[in-house]
DNA sequence: GAGTGTGAATAGTTTCACAGCG
DNA sequence: CGCTGTGAAACTATTCACACTC
């Protein structure tokens, strides 16, 4: 069934999403691992740190390339460095962080945020008596200054941890005004043009998910009782 | 074609976890629409506040069985009722959230929390100066008293919101007394037995995910030979 | 006519298993 | 030998398109 449709594989920017959202947890695992001096691992090591099977650790830095020695592993610091790069981490992103309630502040606390090629710019909040209240060494700006700090510090990025009321407006001026990336930790779907990447972090929905999950192990596993009315409808086609 | 092996032909609990991960957005907008006392949706319709194709709304809600009505749409109070039950919401969950830092403290005040068969029972913190505190009208208990309450209360999801360092031990704990569910904010990987779930939160991965689709915009996209990049976009559906 | 429900086609991901290099 | 890298197989998920119901 040709058309082959040139998947793009192996050619560079080839790496799949699944993949893509491990890589940072590898990566995590590695700069550990360098701390501790370690040379070398071996995927099996790895894999088992980060939490998944080995074959799939082999197959996911085989799209970055070949680096690693058979019969010995892959070099740690080699690693990190090749992982870093295919993240676009040697690159350095500015970004800037609206709503500064219970969450903002959070995350603007948060360590790991400058660890590794990002930097707040400014934090924003609409309340004005937050303005000038500073938290963890950045002041609070009034809401009406997000389009100068985002293009006087060319923020890429935006964090939205307002209220779900104020997020798509948020997002359309954050948009307007060239973010190319938002991280919504508000509950609500963001509509953006296809240029903008969201992607969203919600606590309801993890923690609905979950619920699924307990749920299904406390009713016996077998079937699916429903509450009171018979679903079983599962009207998988006619079966002829 | 291939043998097709004995597949799933038993189609057990059945709903697939893509799914499943959705369902909680669905439900949302559902609400909202119920709320605003709008009686039936199409797929259409309810795709679209969703972010989704109306193709996979509808295969997604067939999983659950048949509940909506050809040339009409789904009633949009009986299709909550219907998602609710599937997610096992019908059901109570108490939650206990270790670690009252930022973070914790945030979580403890989101209100979404009690919202939809969740309640917090407790929170829990290792410093013994934060022990009786109170926060979002609960008090803060010593770490210690963990076993106790998770016992006392029937807690069946564990929010773990301490530095990295102490995150395996607290989940270790927690499944050692009982807990089946893990919802986990510190950046590290949890070892669990395969009874237990546990469901990452992790900022930096997030962060991490969009540098690399960032990147890829800011570099010449070389790889992709048709897709150009239209920014006609770059005007599209803001002002404001 | 409008819009659901679903087989069939397609696309993406994981797992297997082993060839081959160090 | 041990361990990586990878085709091929198995599985999971998305998209298409249309029969069928209201």
Redesign the interface.
């Known amino acids: 069934m040709p058309v082959p449709r040139?998947a793009?594989a192996g050619?560079?920017?080839?790496?799949p999403e699944a993949t893509?959202?491990r890589?940072?947890?590898y990566?995590?695992?590695l700069t550990a691992l360098a701390e501790s001096e370690t040379p070398t691992v071996s995927s099996e090591a790895l894999a088992a740190?980060?939490?998944v099977g080995s074959a799939k650790l082999r197959k996911d830095l085989s799209h970055l390339g070949s680096y690693g020695t058979r019969g010995v592993g892959y070099d740690v610091e080699y690693l990190v460095y090749q992982i870093s790069r295919?993240?676009?981490?040697t690159?350095h992103?500015r970004?800037v962080i609206v709503g500064v309630?219970?969450?903002g502040?959070?995350?603007a606390?948060?360590a790991?945020?400058g660890?590794?090629?990002?930097e707040i710019a400014a934090l924003v909040d609409a309340d004005p008596r937050r303005a000038g209240d500073r938290i963890g060494g950045l002041d609070i700006n009034p809401l009406d200054d997000l389009e100068r700090i985002v293009k006087e510090n060319e923020v890429?990025?935006g964090v939205i941890a307002t209220p779900a009321a104020a997020a798509q407006?948020v997002c359309?001026?954050l948009?307007?005004c060239g973010v190319?990336?938002v991280?919504n930790f508000a509950?609500t779907?963001?509509?953006v043009?296809?240029?903008v990447?969201v992607?969203k972090?919600?606590?309801?929905?993890?923690?609905?998910?979950?619920?699924?999950?307990?749920?299904?192990?406390?009713s016996g596993?077998?079937?699916?009782p429903?509450?009171a009315?018979p679903?079983a409808?599962?009207?998988?086609g006619v079966s002829a």
Chains 1, 2 share one sequence.
């Open positions: 040139a793009a050619r560079r920017g080839g790496i893509v959202a890589l940072p947890v990566l995590r695992v740190a980060a939490g295919a993240l676009g981490l690159q992103y970004v309630g219970n969450l502040h959070a995350l606390n948060y790991g945020f660890t590794r090629g990002f890429s990025i407006d359309d001026r948009v307007a190319t990336s991280l509950p779907v963001l509509s043009p296809d240029t990447d992607r972090v919600d606590l309801s929905i993890e923690l609905q998910i979950l619920a699924f999950h307990e749920q299904r192990k406390s596993v077998s079937a699916e429903g509450a009315v679903d409808v599962r009207a998988t």
